[in-house]
């Protein structure tokens, strides 16, 4: 791959960087600014958002006429650009749930259901949810163990079951439900929508968790009865795994893109604290041990950018590319993790305490590990895709004879 990138997303790129600097990175310092579960308050972030719009840098993970398409590699710079700052992502309509949820509909709903379920989200309208995970015995990261049950009857699917950590649920209209309408293996499950307003469905609590909350929160859901018109299926009956194909691959590399971000976030933080802060006569800057710190994670950083643009690559070639997201979700989430805790303890107290957002990422990182399938899954599949591949797991492309 070529890892030049074009001077149309480096204009984006810039623009970003200089709107998070002038915009964004002053409310994080600022604690009002802040909602109680730790994220920016809504009228803040509407505010932010329309400036957003104004400037051009709206929804870019979408194509449309009229403007770039910058497809999942210029995401990759564009998306760590928007991450340096931790409310930086959802200001640019970037963030999870919705930045995975609005690329799905694009690339597979209908006409119709983009007019009335994607240009809502892609408008910054409401917010959506993607509601797949179950507490145990149902499904997690194997969508085949899913429970939920959604039994045809007439013009409609009645639908009954329980998910849980669903983020954003709380504050969602949107919702894109996984349930199961046959124990066929390959064709057993389903993707629907529904809005909020429907009744059948309640959500049972907001689920505490150790870090920041995404606007809405993780939620756990109860299914007693929802009612979804046969128009309202995504891509057909029996067809919702070739729908988590779809939309996990690309939303875990879009996870990535934006830790990457929040990982040099804590490294700015580090280094500027290092070349101020003396003890013993010797600036910390000097000391060798933080040099190999510092050293450390600019490298980490480094191979997490070329594991995102090597899958980020495949992907815009029109590849799955499971293993190269794999490979990117296991490095760069504890990556995240690691250069929150290395920059912690270069700032020492000053790092524990909020005065820097070093905390904050901190709390947030561990989830990192977790969400969208744990490290141990992703080394799984790798191990699968290596028992099937052999020698050929590491081959190179060729590039084709015109």
Known sequence: MDFEISSIVEDLRSRIGRFVEAEILPLEADRTSYDEHGNINITLLNKVRAKAKTEGLWNLQLPRPGRPTIGRVGMAVCYEEMNRSIFGPVCFNSAAPDDGNMMLLDAIATPEQKQKWLKPIEDGMVQSAFAMTEPHPGGGSDPSMIRTVAERKGDRYVVHGGK??????????????????????????????????????????????????????????????????????????????????????????????????????CVEVATEYAALREGFGVRLADRESIQMMLGDLAMGIEI???????????????????KEVSMAKIHVASLLHKAADTAIQINGARGYSTDTVLEWIYRYARLARLVDGTDEVHKMVLNRHLKEQGRSFWQWNIEQAV
């Open 304 to 322: 997490g950018r070329l594991l995102v643009m090597k899958a980020a690559w495949e992907l815009d070639r029109g590849n799955f590319a499971r």
């Open 164 to 265: 849980w950590f669903i983020t954003g649920a709380e504050d969602a209209a949107h919702f894109i439900l996984m349930a199961r309408t046959s124990d066929d293996a390959r064709h057993g499950l389903t993707c629907f929508l529904f809005h909020k307003d429907q009744p059948g469905w309640r959500i049972v609590r907001r689920i505490g968790i150790m870090g920041p909350e995404e606007h809405g929160g993780h939620c756990e859901l109860e299914f007693d009865g929802l009612e979804i018109p046969v128009e309202n299926v995504l891509l057909g009956e029996g067809e919702g795994l070739k729908v988590t194909q779809i939309r996990l691959g690309p939303a875990r590399l879009t996870h990535c893109m934006r830790w990457l971000g929040l990982s040099k976030r």
